[in-house]
């Protein structure tokens, strides 16, 4: 059995959910979210709470199970907490800002690199610890922005310089097997 698929999903206060057959939409404080499941899994909403059933054992359904779980798991924690992913930029005058609501990089190229945020997203810069945040309500936009940020400039394994995850390990190099 899916040991995902089997819990339930608590709805805390503040969040409205309807299920209208496969359809699922959440309402909440930082924003609304909709989705559209496989027609096999059996969503239901009992005394606040939604659980997921599979109707057979069969590998495709078994691999469902647990994704739709977590997919409504995930909208409903994204719609009344939200989610963050934290960068940090290393290197010798490598920085960060913000003009308006856009991230402006400057990163070893000869300009500097705008970002701009897409719908629900919002960066935030702390420029003391050389670190972006980036939050939202949507957990798949927060990740692929972040991985887009990320992409300006990859960290490199010599020196470590460039743009990482807070918790990212760098392995790194030795260089030259000549220099001491």
């Not at 590998?59 to 997919?71: D, E, F, I, K, S």
């Not at 930029?89 to 300009?111: M, P, Q, T, W």
């Not at 939050?135 to 460039?162: F, L, M, N, S, T």
């Amino acid at each position: 059995m899916s040991r995902i698929g089997l819990m339930p999903i608590v709805i805390p206060s503040g969040v409205e959910i309807e299920i209208k057959g496969s359809h699922v939409q959440v309402n909440g404080p930082k924003g609304e979210m909709q989705h559209t499941f496989p027609a096999d899994m059996e969503i239901k909403l009992d005394d606040g709470e939604v659980t997921v059933h599979r109707p057979s054992d069969e590998p495709n359904h078994r691999a469902l199970h647990g994704m739709t779980r977590a997919l409504i798991n995930n909208m409903v924690v994204g719609v009344s907490s939200g989610f963050s992913k934290v960068l940090e930029v290393n290197g010798v005058g490598y920085r960060a800002g913000l003009e308006d609501k856009n991230l402006v990089l400057n990163v070893g190229y000869s300009h500097p690199v705008i970002v701009e945020p897409p719908e629900g997203i919002e960066f935030e810069v702390d420029e003391r610890t050389r670190q972006i945040t980036v939050k939202g309500y949507d957990k798949q936009v927060v990740g692929h922005v972040a991985a887009d940020i990320r992409k300006v400039r990859p960290p490199e394994p010599y020196k470590g310089k460039g743009i990482k995850y807070l918790d990212e390990r760098i392995r790194r190099k030795a260089g030259k097997a000549g220099k001491v």
